[in-house]
C-alpha cells in the first residue's frame, strides 16, 4: 500500500512537502515516483528516487525547484516544491516501480493522491 499526504492550498511562490509511504511488503528494491494530472490533463511524471539508493530522477519543468529525497529506515520518499506556480495546480500520486522510468505503466504500485492547489 502507498499512502501521499502534503497536499494543501498554497501560494504561489509558496513551497510544500509531499510524502509518501510504502507499507505491506519490501520495496526496497523498488523506485518510488511521483506523478500529477492536473485539470483536464493527462497524468505526468514529476519525479522518482531509489527506496534503498541514490538514484533518483526528475522532469524539466521541476528541475531547479524541487527536492527528491528518501528515508530508507521509514520507505519514504518525500518530494518537496518550491517557487510553487499555479500550473502546479493538480492531484499529486505516488507509485511503485521496479525500472529507472519516467513511463506511467511502469509502475506498479498506485497510491490515492493528494490534491495541490496553488492560488495566485
Known amino acids: 500500500q502507498l499512502q501521499a499526504s502534503g497536499g494543501g492550498l498554497v501560494q504561489a511562490g509558496g513551497s510544500l512537502r509531499l510524502s509518501c509511504t510504502a507499507s505491506?511488503?519490501?520495496?526496497?528494491?523498488?523506485?518510488m515516483g511521483w506523478f500529477r494530472r492536473a485539470p483536464g490533463k493527462e497524468l505526468e511524471f514529476v519525479a522518482a528516487?531509489?527506496?534503498?539508493?541514490?538514484?533518483?530522477w526528475s522532469a524539466d519543468f521541476v528541475k531547479g525547484r524541487s527536492t527528491i529525497s528518501r528515508d530508507a529506515a521509514k520507505n519514504m520518499v518525500y518530494l518537496e516544491m518550491n517557487n510553487l506556480k499555479p500550473e502546479d495546480t493538480a492531484v499529486y500520486y505516488c507509485?511503485?516501480?521496479?525500472?529507472?522510468?519516467?513511463?506511467?505503466?511502469?509502475?506498479?504500485?498506485w497510491g490515492r493522491g493528494t490534491l495541490v492547489t496553488v492560488s495566485s
Open positions: 507509485a511503485i516501480t521496479r525500472k529507472i522510468t519516467t513511463t506511467t505503466r511502469d509502475y506498479e504500485y
Open positions: 505491506g511488503r519490501t520495496f526496497s528494491t523498488y523506485y
Open positions: 528516487h531509489g527506496l534503498s539508493g541514490g538514484i533518483k
